[in-house]
């Protein structure tokens, strides 16, 4: 792989730019593989990585049933923090905002990482008590957040209405590195990276079925035939429950859509992403000058990846009490995504009741911000057999009534 530099874009603009290579390689899969990951997205992609860069495993097949960060890597609103109330969450989160702080340099792939702080209003006394307990909790964890008062807020943010017609705002949980990066970069520069490596990423292969010999996993028949392996990966996200059906045994997991909108460009009014959970919104501006808006999942299971007009209601009221300056702008498009919810709010990186099975899902509404740090945890996990970074999260929690309760945290999402 040749390497991206300031050298190599002078170069090649000297040339017409007829020089680059392909990102990654679209190779035929193998007859067989050391570890198979169902799901390129970007917990697929991230365990693919750090197998080879942590665990020298390359054998390796990432194999996705559409294209690679499709789903809901490429569909999120990007937030990134790790102010998290449970201490298992906060290792696993805060894992992973560091790992954010240097991705770049370590994939050679700018994935426009800006820590440009995150601030979670506290819009009721409740609110208020809750982001104080986290904020001690998170000073005893080492995660650097604290609870700033509304002069403050209205300091980072002058476009916020302090005095909403609803709710005021009490303070917020401010979190300065804490932020935002390019989703699609994040699932790109992985693809490269792995694929450099020699593993092989094989899009628009669909698993249909998981086939198993004697309590143990075989491989994966797919819609481009059988793919035997030593080691299995699930990580699809909302399809979780299907793939866990094919594999025999259950999830204790929802999938709902979840949905989110931009609106048309504008000159910069927002260096910060602010969440708004009582009135249920949440907001950050792109580098395109897009408003960036999220609001709360569905009400009912479904697994359909597209907008509806009630939210964009219900979100759009939020946020014009809490930003009126938003009232005057027109929304460019709307989507969504199928994320898949636990009960505790808190993913699942296990083992299965398969030999050889693993399971990294559960992330919800939140999960963009973890790839890194889930992806070196669900490798280490699946490389050794165990990780201290996922031994919090098995699927056992749900049998021993052991729940990791984020939900709080993950309240209006991310
Ligand atoms: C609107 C929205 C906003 C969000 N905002 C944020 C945010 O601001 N911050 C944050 O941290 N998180 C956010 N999230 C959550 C975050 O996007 C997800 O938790 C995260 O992207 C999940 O990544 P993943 O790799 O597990 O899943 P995905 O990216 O969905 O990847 C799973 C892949 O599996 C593939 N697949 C499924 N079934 C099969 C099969 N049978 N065979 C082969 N492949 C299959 C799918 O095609 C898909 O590409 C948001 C989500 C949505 C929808």
Redesign the pocket.
């Given at each position: 792989m040749r390497r991206y530099s300031a050298f190599a874009i002078a170069r090649e603009a000297l040339r017409h730019h007829t020089g680059w290579g392909r990102a990654w390689a679209a190779p035929e899969p193998k007859k067989h593989y050391d570890v198979v990951i169902?799901?390129?997205?970007?917990?697929?992609l991230a365990t693919a990585y750090y197998l080879g860069k942590n665990h020298g495993l390359t054998n390796v097949a990432i194999?996705?049933?559409?294209w690679?960060?499709?789903?809901?890597?490429?569909?999120?609103?990007?937030?990134?923090r790790s102010n998290y109330l449970q201490d298992a969450s906060a290792a696993i989160y805060e894992k992973a905002r560091g790992l954010y702080e240097t991705m770049s340099q370590d994939l050679n792939y700018n994935v426009m990482f800006s820590p440009r702080g995150v601030m979670m209003l506290a819009q009721t006394e409740h609110e208020k008590r809750g982001y104080l307990r986290t904020a001690h909790a998170n000073a005893l964890q080492g995660v650097a957040t604290e609870f700033i008062t509304p002069e403050r807020v209205k300091q980072i943010a002058p476009i916020i209405n302090l005095d909403g017609p609803r709710y005021p705002v009490l303070g917020a949980l401010w979190q300065p590195r804490g932020g935002t990066a390019r989703h699609d970069a994040v699932a790109w520069g992985y693809a490269r990276a792995c694929s450099d490596m020699g593993m092989d990423i094989i899009q628009t292969?669909?698993?249909?079925a998981v086939t198993r010999e004697g309590g143990k996993v075989t491989g994966v028949d797919?819609t481009k035939g059988h793919i035997g392996c030593t080691k299995l990966g699930i990580?699809?996200?909302?399809?979780s429950g299907?793939?866990a059906e094919m594999a025999g045994f259950r999830l204790p997991i929802e999938a709902v859509a979840?949905?989110?909108y931009v609106s048309e460009p504008i000159k910069p009014a927002l260096d910060c992403v602010i969440m708004a959970n009582t009135v249920h919104g949440y907001l950050s501006q792109s580098d395109k000058g897009e408003m960036v808006i999220?609001g709360g999942a569905d009400n009912h299971n479904n697994f359909t990846q597209r907008g509806s007009f009630s939210h964009i209601e219900e979100t759009t009221r939020a946020l014009v009490e809490t930003f009126p300056m938003l009232s005057r702008l027109k929304m460019l498009r709307q989507?969504?995504?199928?994320?898949?919810m636990t009960g505790d709010r808190s993913p699942i990186l296990s083992k299965t009741p398969v030999d050889g099975i693993f399971i990294?899902?559960g992330?919800?509404?939140?999960?963009?911000?973890?790839?890194p740090g889930s992806g070196w945890g669900f490798a280490e996990l699946m490389a050794t057999g165990h990780s201290p970074l996922t031994a919090e999260f098995g699927l056992e929690r749900f049998r021993e009534g052991r729940f990791i309760d984020e939900s709080v945290a993950a309240g209006v999402?991310?």
């Amino acid at each position: 792989m040749r390497r991206y530099s300031a050298f190599a874009i002078a170069r090649e603009a000297l040339r017409h730019h007829t020089g680059w290579g392909r990102a990654w390689a679209a190779p035929e899969p193998k007859k067989h593989y050391d570890v198979v990951i169902v799901g390129a997205g970007g917990h697929g992609l991230a365990t693919a990585y750090y197998l080879g860069k942590n665990h020298g495993l390359t054998n390796v097949a990432i194999i996705e049933k559409g294209w690679l960060g499709g789903g809901n890597t490429g569909r999120n609103t990007t937030i990134i923090r790790s102010n998290y109330l449970q201490d298992a969450s906060a290792a696993i989160y805060e894992k992973a905002r560091g790992l954010y702080e240097t991705m770049s340099q370590d994939l050679n792939y700018n994935v426009m990482f800006s820590p440009r702080g995150v601030m979670m209003l506290a819009q009721t006394e409740h609110e208020k008590r809750g982001y104080l307990r986290t904020a001690h909790a998170n000073a005893l964890q080492g995660v650097a957040t604290e609870f700033i008062t509304p002069e403050r807020v209205k300091q980072i943010a002058p476009i916020i209405n302090l005095d909403g017609p609803r709710y005021p705002v009490l303070g917020a949980l401010w979190q300065p590195r804490g932020g935002t990066a390019r989703h699609d970069a994040v699932a790109w520069g992985y693809a490269r990276a792995c694929s450099d490596m020699g593993m092989d990423i094989i899009q628009t292969c669909e698993v249909t079925a998981v086939t198993r010999e004697g309590g143990k996993v075989t491989g994966v028949d797919t819609t481009k035939g059988h793919i035997g392996c030593t080691k299995l990966g699930i990580v699809v996200a909302g399809h979780s429950g299907q793939l866990a059906e094919m594999a025999g045994f259950r999830l204790p997991i929802e999938a709902v859509a979840l949905q989110a909108y931009v609106s048309e460009p504008i000159k910069p009014a927002l260096d910060c992403v602010i969440m708004a959970n009582t009135v249920h919104g949440y907001l950050s501006q792109s580098d395109k000058g897009e408003m960036v808006i999220g609001g709360g999942a569905d009400n009912h299971n479904n697994f359909t990846q597209r907008g509806s007009f009630s939210h964009i209601e219900e979100t759009t009221r939020a946020l014009v009490e809490t930003f009126p300056m938003l009232s005057r702008l027109k929304m460019l498009r709307q989507w969504g995504g199928i994320v898949d919810m636990t009960g505790d709010r808190s993913p699942i990186l296990s083992k299965t009741p398969v030999d050889g099975i693993f399971i990294n899902c559960g992330w919800g509404t939140g999960g963009f911000k973890a790839i890194p740090g889930s992806g070196w945890g669900f490798a280490e996990l699946m490389a050794t057999g165990h990780s201290p970074l996922t031994a919090e999260f098995g699927l056992e929690r749900f049998r021993e009534g052991r729940f990791i309760d984020e939900s709080v945290a993950a309240g209006v999402a991310h």
